[in-house]
């Protein structure tokens, strides 16, 4: 039986308050960072893609030449642009394509997919973050909720494209919900469609790829299409952009799968 007594409670009150003070240090260490997304806060899963992206690539080209086909998962014709053609790593690994499925995948804890687009003329490998997505869904929950209890009002804010307007985040709720673009690391905005779809705004990362590469867009051109090209990320989460004057403009999209 232990006896604790008066004295053992002064003795020990020292370290009880050291202890939580530290307790309280690392909690504030915490609250600093903000709410964090898994795996958002492993920045090297942001600036590892080049390697594991080359490494895939080189595993569906081989694969691709055994086996006459592309190692993808089923989508159907419903399934965005930006999210279909996912790679199969499972497959690449167990017919020995791959030593290991990179630890940036999903499928071994990182925050992103890897895909495949250009699947019937220049199968390229590309990245979709999850990050992105789930802020994304975060936020169209956020508005459904919003709706629902607005008889189908939508909490919108500036009207930054036709038909499109920026998610109030007082109205909608969704102040804690930041997302920084996986292209230039800026914040982004979240909008959405006359139907309350909600989608990551891409003009500043198209407008300063097209300035940074001199670039002379046409008015026909997707330009979500230079983003892919020129990064290993694909712009998940988004409208068609067309140029417009002398800036992208998004363009409210008819078909889901665009």
């Known amino acids: 039986m232990i006896i604790v007594t008066q004295a053992h409670i002064v003795k020990r009150s020292g370290t009880f308050r050291k202890a939580a003070a530290a307790v309280m240090v690392v909690l504030l260490a915490v609250s600093l960072t903000g709410c964090l ?8 899963n942001r600036v590892s ?3 594991s992206v080359k490494r895939v690539q080189s595993a569906i080209e081989d694969f691709q030449k055994d086996q006459g086909l592309l190692p993808i998962l089923n989508a159907d014709e419903n399934t965005p642009k930006y999210e279909k053609f996912r790679i199969d790593l499972d497959q690449l690994q167990k017919r020995g394509f791959i030593d290991e499925i990179p630890t940036t995948a999903f499928e071994k804890g990182g925050s992103g ?7 019937e003329t220049n199968p390229t490998v590309k990245v979709m973050d999850l990050i992105t997505v789930q802020k994304v869904n975060d936020v169209q929950r956020a508005v459904n909720r919003y709706k629902s ?4 009002k939508l909490p919108a804010g500036e009207e930054v494209y036709p038909g499109i307007h920026v998610v109030d985040p007082t109205l909608a709720d969704t102040k804690n919900i930041l997302l920084k673009s996986v292209y230039s690391g800026q914040d982004m905005n979240f909008i959405m469609d006359q139907a309350g779809v909600v989608y990551v705004d891409y003009a500043f990362d198209i407008m300063q790829l097209i300035d940074k590469e001199g670039l002379k867009p046409t ?3 997707d330009l979500r299409d230079e983003l892919v090209k ?3 990320y694909v712009p998940v989460k988004s409208l068609p952009y067309q140029w417009s004057g ?3 403009v998004a363009v409210e999209s008819i078909s889901q799968h665009s």
């Open 219 to 221: 008015k026909e051109e």
């Open 37 to 44: 997304y898994p795996d958002e806060k492993k920045t090297e």
């Open 113 to 119: 997919y890897f895909l495949i687009q250009n699947e």
């Open 246 to 248: 002398d800036s992208p």
């Open 230 to 232: 020129s990064s290993d």
């Open 149 to 152: 209890a607005h008889g189908g």
């Open 49 to 51: 893609y080049r390697e």
